[in-house]
């Protein structure tokens, strides 16, 4: 089974603080990516990496960065907080294999900013 | 611009009844994959169908079906036998074949099964 997993569930910053949320796949994939989701708006691509050191700018990157130091490890990275990044965000990775092409999830973690 | 829509944000429906979700999408690409999401109150989202867009049939998983309309660019998600597990926000989405994976998601349908 692959093992998506996020760094924290849960998590309460203040406005202006750094704040990394980490992403680790134990599957090998070569792509992840980094969502937020919000009602009503659905999941939006923030960034997504194809491999390590390598990414590329999704829908919505203003306020991110990312880093990908190494395969299994992709880190979203809030420079600034702000309250508007107040949301669910998902860490994704994919498998692309003899014509199956699946994403995995992780659990998700919601952040607050106050 | 690629996008997919679905037009309704809550449904609910009686255990052991049918329960179709709608969704369109958007794209001039020819290659590409349909998909359609669960996520459960417990928040894990998880994959329930798959469709490649060159296939004509519709896709099956025990108690879910899509209806695909390559056409009319419209994917729907037939549950059948509806049960209390099923309650759950479903999201369509789709990636273009060679685009990295990235996908693209519409805004959800928030199910409810009734006992």
């Known amino acids: 089974d692959v093992k998506v997993t996020q760094s924290s569930r849960y998590l309460v910053k203040r406005t202006g603080e750094k704040v990394f949320l980490e992403c680790v796949q134990d599957m090998d994939h070569e792509n992840m990516f980094w969502y937020r989701q919000d009602p009503g708006l659905g999941l939006r691509l923030i960034y997504f990496s194809y491999d390590v050191k390598m990414k590329e700018k999704g829908d919505i990157p203003e306020g991110y960065s990312v880093s990908r130091e190494k395969k299994e490890r992709f880190s979203l990275i809030l420079e600034s907080a702000s309250t508007n990044q107040t949301s669910m965000y998902l860490c994704?990775?994919?498998?692309?294999?003899?014509?199956?092409?699946?994403?995995?999830f992780g659990p998700g973690t919601r952040l607050t900013v106050t | 611009a690629q996008t997919v829509t679905q037009s309704q944000p809550e449904m609910s429906v009686q255990e052991a009844e049918t329960v179709t979700l709608s969704c369109t999408y958007d794209t001039s690409e020819n290659n590409y994959y349909l998909f359609w999401y669960k996520q459960p109150p417990s928040r894990q989202m998880i994959l329930v169908i798959r469709q490649e867009a060159y296939k004509q049939q519709n896709a099956t998983e025990n108690r879910f079906s899509v209806n695909f309309q390559k056409a009319a660019k419209s994917f729907s998600l037939k549950i059948s036998d509806s049960q209390l597990g099923d309650t759950a926000m479903y999201f369509c989405?789709?990636?273009?074949?060679?685009?990295?994976?990235?996908?693209?998601f519409g805004q959800g349908t928030e199910l409810s099964v009734k006992p």
């Open positions: 989405a789709f990636t273009v074949y060679n685009q990295g994976g990235k996908l693209i």
């Open positions: 994704a990775t994919l498998r692309r294999e003899q014509g199956i092409y699946e994403q995995y």
